[in-house]
């Protein structure tokens, strides 16, 4: 399982730095300017790009639970208004 995995961890994460991209200029183009929410899409396009170049295991499992806890942590606080 571990072998398919990075067989396709490079076109999954790449895929998944081009929908930051595009979310990005959504904000911009539809909200007229970046929002708070922005830092966010920013954060996981960076760590997608990392994990697009890396075949450590290690590093593959702690950057998922980073960004799955980045994710929560969003969720969170868009409920409570803290966040748009």
Partial sequence: MEAHYFSIARQFFLLLVLLQVWTLGADVVLKSGLTKGATVNVLVMLVALVLAYSNAAKLHRLASAAVWGLFLAVVV????????
């Fill in 77 to 84: 606080l868009r409920g409570v208004g803290v966040v748009d």
